[in-house]
């Protein structure tokens, strides 16, 4: 059974960084898109950064262009999520997507998420 797990998050004052990391997806195959959400409560899961496995650009939402970066080290299994000049604005809880398709059909894997803080 998957299991991703997120790892990374945590309080931070304006103006720090947070590398978010996932694990959990090594045994998932057909993947084709790997991201990170976010979500505050009661509101709607909204997408932060994404990246195709097929070599195409990352994409980011406006309000983390410049300052976070997605990447992947396939040798450990692992996503990350650089976070810098971090603001209030970015508190919320971040989780890890992994978007599978085979067949023409998609599934997402979700991880528990971790909650990001930042304070003024």
């Known amino acids: 059974q998957v299991r991703l797990v997120e790892s990374g998050g945590g309080s931070v004052q304006f103006g720090g960084s947070l590398n978010l990391t996932c694990i959990g997806f090594?045994?998932?195959?057909?993947?084709?898109?790997m991201g990170w959400y976010r979500q505050a409560p009661g509101k709607q899961r909204e997408l932060v950064a994404y990246m195709p496995t097929n070599g195409a650009s990352p994409k980011y939402a406006d309000s983390a262009k410049g300052r976070f970066t997605i990447s992947r080290d396939s040798d450990k299994n692992t996503l990350y999520l650089q976070m810098n000049s971090l603001k209030p604005e970015a508190t919320d809880v971040y989780y890890c997507n992994i978007g599978v398709s085979y067949l023409h059909e998609e599934h997402e894997y979700w991880g528990q998420g971790t909650q990001v803080t930042v304070s003024t």
């Open positions: 090594e045994k998932i195959r057909y993947i084709y898109v």
